[in-house]
C-alpha cells in the first residue's frame, strides 16, 4: 500500500497519530519536498513498507532515517544533513511575481508584462485575425459601426458627419428648385452652372485643371463680397484696381489677417506690416517720399550728371558736364580715344603692362649718364668727371698748357717764376690762413675761409654723423623721438599679501615723462623659486589699476600674460606695482623689468 503525502496540509493532523512511522524514500541533493509530483531540483517522496497496524492514523517522525524537526510554519527542507523548516527566497510562497499587467514568460523566466498604459502593448501576432469579442475604443480599421448612427430626416442631407457617425448640418435637399431637375452630360474639367432652374449645364470659361481653376471670361470674375487668399497670389498679365474709396481708415491688421496694402479713406495706398499700424505708400502725387507735387525736391539748376553736398545729401551743387560717351569707371575694361595727358596730346598712346617682355627691356637700359665726361664701371655709369672747357690732355701727346697750378712739384727745368706767369698769378691767388682763433677751418666754398670751429663757434649738428634717435642742441646731444626706458623692480624671498614691490614718483622735469606700452611689450618679470600656481602682479597708476602680468612657473616671456592698457606717467603721477592679496605660497625672489619709452 503506497501514501501521496501532501506534507504542508497534513503535518499537523499526521502529529497527532499515535503510531510512529519512518518513511522510506530516496534524498538526492539539498532541496525543498514538494508533493503531488517531481518538479525539476525538487524530491521525491516515497513511503517504504505497509503503513498498516491497528491505529486508525499514523504520525511521520522521520525519513530516511533522519528525525523531521518540530513542526512550525514554512517549508521542509533538506539541506544536505538534516531536515529543517524555512522559507525559501521569493517571497512566502516561493513564487517570483511578474511585472503588473498580463504576464509574458520566455519559458525560462518572466518577460516585461503586457499592459494597457500603450508602452508594451499585446502585439498583433498574439490575437487572432477575427475578434468576435466585445472591445471599447476606436479600431483601426472596420467594417461598419457599432451602432446604427442618426441620419437626416428625410428630404434632408448632412452637411458633416461626427465622430460617432451621426449626421450633423441637415439641411433640406434642392431648396428653391423642388429637389428635382436634370443634370445635363458636361465637359471634362468645366464647371458645372445651372443654365436653367432646373437644368446643369457647363461653362467652357470656367475650368479646374490640374488643381487650377481659371475664369477665362472676357468681362473678368467679379466679387461683390470679400475675397480671402490663403496662398501665394500670382498674376501673369497687366492689371490695375480699381475701387472706391472706403468711408473710413484703413486699421491696423490683427494677428489673422497679418500684413495688408490696401487704399485708405484719403485715396491713398497704405501698406501694414503684422498688427502696427499702417503706413502711406510713397507716389509722385502725394509727396510723401520728396516727389513734385506736394514735397520738397528741388531740381539741380544746371544740366548734367547731378552733384549733391552734405551727408546724406542736403542741396545741389553745379552739375558736371554729361559726355557723349560711355561713363569710364577705375575698375571697368574700357578702350579710351582722343585724350589728352598731363598736357600731351599725341594721336596715339599706349601703356605698356608692368610685367611685359617690353617694359621689362626698358627698364633694363642704362639710361643716360651723368653731366660730364661720362665713368662706366663695366654695368652702370659711374659719377661723371668734369669736362674741361679746353682740349683734354694725353699724356704723349705735344701739348702747350695755359692757365695750370703745380703744386708740390718742383720741376728740374726752371729755377723761378716770372712774377707775371700765369703759375705765379694763380700761386698769388691762393688763400691764406684761415681767419679767427685757432681751431677746425671753415672753408666757404667761395675761395675764402670761413670762421674755425672750436669752443665758441661750435660745429653744427648737420656736419655730425651721430646715431639714430640723436641731434645737436645748442653744442649738446638730445634725443629724437621716443626712446627706451626701463624700470627695474626686485623682492627677495616670498613676499606678503598686498607687497608693494615699487612705488615711482614722476618728478617735475618734462624729460622724464614716460609711456608704458599696450600688453606692456618687452617687460618681464621672473622668479627665483617658481609659482605653485598663476601669480598676478598688478601695475597702477595714482592707485587705479591699468595692467597686470600673470605669472606661471618661473615666469618669463613663456610663462606670462601680460593685459596692459597704454599709460603715460607725466610730473605728479605715481607707479606702483603690487603683489595679489592672496600671494603663492611657493614664488619667492621677483626680479622684473617693465619697459617704457620717452
Known amino acids: ?131 468576435t469579442s466585445s472591445t471599447t475604443g476606436n479600431a483601426a480599421t472596420a467594417t461598419a459601426l457599432q451602432v446604427t448612427p442618426s441620419l437626416c430626416v428625410a428630404g434632408q442631407a448632412p452637411r458633416g458627419i461626427l465622430a460617432n457617425g451621426n449626421a450633423t448640418g441637415c439641411a433640406v435637399i434642392g431648396s428653391g428648385g423642388g429637389g428635382s431637375g436634370t443634370v445635363s452630360s458636361g465637359t471634362v474639367n468645366q464647371l458645372a452652372i445651372y443654365t436653367a432652374a432646373t437644368t446643369v449645364g457647363s461653362d467652357a470659361n470656367l475650368t479646374d485643371i490640374s488643381g487650377q481653376l481659371k475664369y477665362s471670361g472676357a468681362s473678368g470674375a467679379w466679387f461683390t463680397g470679400p475675397v480671402k487668399i490663403d496662398g501665394t497670389l500670382s498674376i501673369a498679365g497687366p492689371w490695375f484696381v480699381q475701387t472706391p474709396w472706403p468711408s473710413s481708415p484703413m486699421g491696423a491688421g490683427t494677428s489673422s489677417t497679418g500684413s495688408q496694402i490696401g487704399i485708405s479713406n484719403d485715396g491713398n495706398f497704405y501698406i501694414g506690416v503684422g498688427t502696427g499700424a499702417p503706413s502711406e505708400i510713397c507716389t509722385v502725387a502725394n509727396g510723401v517720399c520728396g516727389g513734385g507735387g506736394g514735397g520738397s525736391m528741388t531740381w539741380p539748376t544746371t544740366p548734367g550728371l547731378t552733384v549733391c553736398t552734405g551727408t546724406p545729401c542736403t542741396a545741389w551743387t553745379t552739375s558736371k558736364a554729361s559726355p557723349t560717351g560711355t561713363v569710364v569707371g577705375t575698375t571697368d575694361t574700357q578702350t579710351l580715344t582722343n585724350k589728352t595727358v598731363d598736357g600731351v596730346a599725341p594721336a596715339t598712346f599706349a601703356f605698356l603692362d608692368p610685367t611685359s617682355s617690353v617694359q621689362t627691356q626698358l627698364n633694363g637700359k642704362a639710361g643716360y649718364p651723368g653731366a660730364g665726361i661720362a665713368v662706366s664701371t663695366g654695368s652702370a655709369w659711374g659719377t661723371s668727371l668734369t669736362a674741361p672747357t679746353g682740349a683734354i690732355v694725353g699724356t704723349t701727346d705735344t701739348q702747350t698748357l695755359t692757365n695750370k697750378t703745380v703744386d708740390g712739384v718742383t720741376p728740374a727745368t726752371f729755377a723761378f717764376l716770372d712774377p707775371t706767369s700765369s703759375v705765379q698769378t694763380q700761386l698769388n691767388g691762393k688763400p691764406g690762413w684761415p681767419s679767427g682763433s685757432a681751431g677746425i677751418p671753415n672753408y666757404t666754398g667761395s675761395s675764402a675761409w670761413g670762421t674755425s670751429y672750436n669752443a665758441t663757434n661750435l660745429i653744427p649738428g648737420t656736419f655730425l654723423a651721430i646715431g639714430g634717435g640723436l641731434t645737436t642742441s645748442g653744442g649738446l646731444l638730445t634725443t629724437v623721438g621716443a626712446q627706451p626706458y626701463e624700470i627695474a623692480i626686485t623682492f627677495n624671498g616670498t613676499f606678503p599679501a598686498s607687497q608693494v614691490f615699487i612705488r615711482k614718483p614722476t618728478s617735475g622735469a618734462s624729460q622724464l615723462s614716460y609711456t608704458i606700452p599696450t600688453n606692456c611689450t618687452n617687460s618681464v618679470i621672473v622668479f627665483a623659486t617658481a609659482a605653485t600656481a598663476s601669480t598676478t602682479i598688478t601695475l597702477l597708476k595714482n592707485g587705479t589699476s591699468f595692467g597686470t602680468a600673470a605669472i606661471t612657473s618661473t615666469g618669463g616671456s613663456g610663462n606670462t600674460t601680460w593685459t596692459c592698457t597704454a599709460t603715460t606717467f607725466s610730473a605728479g603721477d605715481t607707479l606702483t606695482i603690487t603683489a595679489p592679496a592672496s600671494p603663492d605660497a611657493t614664488a619667492a625672489g621677483l626680479g622684473g623689468s617693465i619697459f617704457a619709452t620717452r
Open 1 to 131: 500500500m503506497r501514501f501521496r503525502v501532501l506534507l504542508l496540509i497534513s503535518l499537523a493532523s499526521l502529529a497527532m497519530a499515535q503510531t510512529r512511522t519512518q518513511v522510506g524514500g530516496k534524498v538526492a541533493t539539498p532541496g525543498y519536498i514538494q508533493f503531488g509530483g517531481t518538479p525539476a531540483g525538487g524530491i521525491s517522496l516515497t513511503f517504504a513498507g505497509d503503513l498498516s497496524g491497528n491505529s486508525s492514523t499514523q504520525q511521520v517522525i522521520g525519513i530516511l532515517n533522519h528525525p523531521l524537526p518540530t513542526l512550525t510554519t514554512g517549508y521542509i527542507h533538506w539541506n544536505g544533513t538534516a531536515w529543517v523548516f524555512d522559507t525559501p527566497s521569493g517571497g512566502g510562497s516561493g513564487m517570483v511575481w511578474p511585472g503588473a499587467g498580463i504576464p509574458l514568460s520566455t519559458g525560462a523566466a518572466w518577460g516585461t508584462s503586457f499592459n494597457n498604459t500603450g508602452t508594451n502593448p499585446i502585439p498583433a501576432t498574439y490575437l487572432p485575425t477575427t475578434i
